[in-house]
């Protein structure tokens, strides 16, 4: 379990790290140095020694990192040696292109579950997932003990959205919606602005 003293920062960047080993663990490679970790992210060695200092001593001096063992270690820490059904709502084209997403399950991640207002949709399949009806939201979140939940709808019902999978259970939530939700301290939300990334490079093309 991550340290209460980790910083946010350290938090973020874990999970770089985890995918670019897996991304060194299917070419065959078994040991990494931290500069050859941090070369490849872009993260300077002695960060990447502090980050992981957080949780223990994984590697060797002078030696580095066994890259299946420090893959099962961050696996511990994120919590992906667990399997996570996750719930869906939103089956446009947003949703649907996260359904499709193969990466997901790689991580232990399932969306099992997909929710929709449009009755054209509802009852239909989306990938590997039934899409249910709006109405069965917390049913759905509360039957299967769902704790992860996506937000993939119009801003002006994100909210609403919000309230009614924090009902049934959901304690994170991944945001699509660009509004500013309202939730209690100990739901952990991750706001997901597609277009505040395009428009900070038109920023930075621009100046």
Do not use: C
């Not at 003293?5 to 663990?25: N, S």
């Not at 990447?48 to 580095?64: C, I």
């Not at 801003?155 to 945001?175: F, M």
């Not at 939700?181 to 621009?206: C, N």
């Amino acid at each position: 379990m991550k340290n209460i003293t980790t910083p946010a920062t350290t938090v973020e960047r874990l999970p770089l790290y985890y995918r670019y080993l897996q991304k060194m663990d299917s070419q065959g490679v078994e040991v990494i140095s931290s500069k050859e970790l941090g070369d490849g992210l872009g993260i300077p060695s002695t960060q990447v020694r502090k980050d992981l200092s957080y949780y223990g001593e994984f590697g060797r001096r002078g030696v580095g990192y066994e890259v299946s063992d420090l893959m099962k270690n961050l696996e511990r820490i994120l919590g992906l040696d667990n399997n996570w059904e996750v719930v869906l709502v939103g089956a446009g084209n947003l949703g649907q292109a996260l359904v499709n997403y193969g990466g997901f399950k790689k991580l232990g991640l399932d969306i099992s579950y997909v929710l929709d207002i449009d009755p054209d949709k509802v009852k239909s399949n989306l990938g590997n997932a039934q899409v249910y009806s709006m109405k069965e939201l917390r049913r759905v979140v509360t039957d299967n003990d769902i704790r992860i939940g996506i937000i993939a709808v119009p801003s002006e019902v994100a909210q609403q959205v919000a309230d009614e999978l924090i009902d049934g259970g959901i304690k994170a939530i991944w945001n699509f919606a660009p509004i500013h939700l309202r939730v209690s301290e100990d739901i952990k939300v991750r706001d997901e602005d597609l277009s505040i990334g395009l428009i900070s490079l038109s920023y930075y093309l621009s100046n």
